[in-house]
Each structure stands twice: as C-alpha cells, then as structure tokens.
C-alpha cells in the first residue's frame, strides 16, 4: 500500500453544501476500491490524504487532479505504508479553520493563515501534526 498527500488551492470557495457533495462521492467511490484517506479544507486550500493500493491511488490522483474544482495540486510525498493511518474513513473530512489552530498541540502560535502551499511545503512536520489530529478528532 502507499500513501500519498497533496495539497492544491480551491477555484471559488466551496459552501458547506458542496464540500458535503465533494465528500459524498469521496466516500461512494473509495469504498468500493478499499481506499481511505482525509480531506481537510480551510482559507481556500485542501489538503488530502489517500492511502490505498498504488494503482488504485495513482489513477485517482490522475482523476482529482483533472477536477475544475481545485487547481495547483502539488504531490507532497507518496510513501510506501505497511498499515493505514485512517482505517475507519473511506475519507474523512475536516474544515479547518482558525478555532481548529488554537485546539491543535503544535499548531497553537499559527494561525490558519499558515495553512497555505508554501507553508505546508517547508514544514512538513505540519502535515503530519494536522492529519494526527484530524485522525484523533474523529475517534
Ligand atoms: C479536493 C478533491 C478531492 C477529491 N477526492 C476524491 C476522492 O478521494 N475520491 C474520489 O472518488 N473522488 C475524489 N474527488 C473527485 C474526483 O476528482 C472526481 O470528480 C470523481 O472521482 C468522479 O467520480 P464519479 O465518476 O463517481 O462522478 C476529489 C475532488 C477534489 C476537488
């Protein structure tokens, strides 16, 4: 199995109703190919992971990264996994937004202000500090 993570910046600002549909068709589709994963979205940018077979993964990349729906998708890692991280979603869902920094162990002295590509980019560590708690939150 792999892992894979991108990041990519949303084309308008989806309301509530389409982020709902958006996660929808993430959860009808990915149970049938034993995908699983998180999407987070917050201040215009998503954040995803997926985890899954690594054909199963790459032909979705390929997929979501055709959508009008988001654009500049930039892979952050794709690494080789032994068990997943979100074993209980076929995607789990996340608004992120200025209330979810100040919650987050870590994360406290950032705003969502740095919740952006760049950001995300060079500190890694952040990645993994927001999909741990977006895992925990769920529980
Ligand atoms: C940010 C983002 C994340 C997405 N994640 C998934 C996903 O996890 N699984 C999925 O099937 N489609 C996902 N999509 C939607 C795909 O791009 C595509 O619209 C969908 O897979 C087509 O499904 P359909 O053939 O059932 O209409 C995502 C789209 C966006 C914009």
Same mark, same amino acid.
């Given at each position: 199995?792999?892992?894979?993570?991108?990041?990519?910046? $949303?084309?308008? =600002?989806?309301?509530?109703?389409?982020?709902?549909?958006?996660?929808?068709? @993430?959860?009808? !589709? !990915?149970?049938?190919?034993?995908?699983?994963?998180?999407?987070?979205?917050?201040?215009? !940018?998503?954040?995803? @992971?997926? =985890?899954? =077979?690594? $054909?199963?993964?790459?032909?979705?990349?390929?997929?979501?990264?055709?959508?009008?729906?988001?654009? $500049?998708?930039?892979?952050?890692?794709?690494?080789?996994?032994?068990?997943?991280?979100?074993?209980?979603?076929?995607?789990?869902?996340?608004?992120?937004?200025?209330?979810?920094?100040?919650?987050? $162990?870590?994360?406290?002295?950032?705003?969502?202000?740095?919740?952006?590509? =760049?950001?995300?980019?060079? !500190?890694?560590?952040?990645?993994?500090?927001?999909?741990?708690?977006?895992?925990?939150?769920?529980?």
């Amino acid at each position: 199995m792999i892992s894979s993570i991108y990041i990519s910046q $949303a084309v308008g =600002e989806p309301s509530e109703d389409d982020l709902f549909d958006l996660l929808e068709q @993430c959860r009808r !589709n !990915n149970v049938k190919k034993g995908l699983s994963g998180m999407l987070m979205y917050g201040g215009g !940018n998503y954040l995803q @992971c997926l =985890e899954g =077979e690594p $054909a199963d993964v790459d032909e979705l990349l390929k997929t979501i990264d055709a959508d009008p729906r988001h654009t $500049a998708i930039k892979i952050l890692r794709r690494v080789q996994i032994t068990s997943r991280q979100f074993t209980d979603w076929s995607m789990g869902f996340e608004h992120v937004t200025e209330k979810s920094f100040a919650d987050i $162990a870590g994360l406290s002295h950032l705003g969502l202000g740095a919740y952006n590509p =760049e950001y995300l980019e060079s !500190n890694p560590e952040m990645i993994d500090t927001l999909l741990r708690w977006a895992a925990r939150s769920k529980v």
